[in-house]
């Protein structure tokens, strides 16, 4: 016998999804794109949003598990789901994300602020995600000799982050961006970041709009800051910076 409760909860969704996307205009042709392309030979051209590496609760006390999970699988999904619109159709469609933040000047001019928009959202999230563990831990060697040329110690570091994050009026994002193997600290607007004027790459990042951390902060950008610092994966970090350094 069919389970009608879970039946209807998925008809549901479905037909959310669908309303949504239809009165976010993105058309007809879009509406049947996903099953079409999974079907087809070639892969699908379509972004994703990432599964979050741990649970929504696994941040407590620092990230509330309602803040991640509403920051995920709403925020972050409008984004993917506005990206996937905006290059519908286009030969940008699905391309690594990278590239397209690169090379913004190169699109059509009337997707260009829905894909800086969208698709910086998607980029700074998917890296947001995964600067963040209950596990702790510490920077590698290489990443704390960068640290103390750029900045003398990880301490003076946090300090000039959370000036950058607590400076930065409305939304937006503190850096640590990486350049030639170098480190600097910069802000950047909405979901913009150095992808997009080469300035560098970003190595660690803090989301300061609102819905970051409202539900448990309200006001109190800074407490957020100090709670961001104590949950930093320094394993990926430290990965992510040899990586960059290297390239
Ligand atoms: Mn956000």
């Known amino acids: 016998m069919p389970n009608l409760t879970q039946e209807t909860l998925s008809m549901n969704s479905i037909t959310r999804r669908d309303l949504f996307r239809t009165t976010a205009g993105a058309g007809v042709a879009f509406l049947a794109a996903p099953s079409l392309a999974i079907a087809a030979d070639e892969p699908a051209k379509l972004y994703t949003l990432p599964k979050l590496p741990y649970a929504f609760d696994a941040l407590e006390p620092h990230i509330d598990a309602m803040t991640m999970e509403i920051h995920s699988q709403r925020h972050?999904?409008?984004?993917?789901?506005?990206?996937?619109?905006?290059?519908?159709?286009?030969?940008?469609?699905?391309?690594?994300?990278?590239?397209?933040?690169?090379?913004?000047?190169?699109?059509?001019?009337k997707v260009r602020g829905a894909v800086r928009n969208n698709g910086g959202g998607?980029?700074?999230?998917?890296?947001?995600?995964?600067?963040?563990?209950?596990?702790?831990?510490?920077?590698?060697?290489?990443?704390?000799?960068?640290?103390?040329?750029?900045?003398?110690?990880?301490?003076?570091?946090?300090?000039?982050?959370?000036?950058?994050?607590?400076?930065?009026?409305?939304?937006?994002?503190?850096?640590?961006?990486?350049?030639?193997?170098?480190?600097?600290?910069?802000?950047?607007?909405?979901?913009?970041?150095?992808?997009?004027?080469?300035?560098?790459?970003?190595?660690?990042?803090?989301?300061?709009?609102?819905?970051?951390?409202?539900?448990?902060?309200?006001?109190k950008r800074a407490d957020y800051v100090d709670a961001f610092f104590k949950v930093i994966n320094w394993d990926f970090v430290s990965e992510r910076f040899a990586a960059l350094a290297k390239g």
């Open 122 to 219: 998607h980029y700074n999230h998917s890296l947001f995600w995964q600067l963040m563990s209950p596990k702790g831990g510490k920077p590698s060697t290489a990443l704390s000799k960068a640290v103390e040329d750029a900045f003398k110690d990880q301490v003076n570091m946090f300090k000039l982050l959370k000036e950058a994050a607590m400076t930065r009026f409305g939304s937006g994002w503190a850096w640590v961006i990486v350049k030639e193997g170098k480190l600097k600290i910069v802000s950047s607007p909405n979901q913009d970041n150095t992808l997009m004027d080469g300035s560098g790459t970003p190595l660690l990042g803090i989301d300061v709009w609102e819905h970051a951390y409202y539900l448990k902060y309200q006001n």
């Open 76 to 109: 972050h999904k409008a984004y993917v789901d506005n990206l996937n619109k905006a290059l519908a159709g286009t030969d940008w469609a699905g391309k690594p994300i990278e590239g397209v933040l690169a090379g913004l000047d190169k699109l059509p001019e």
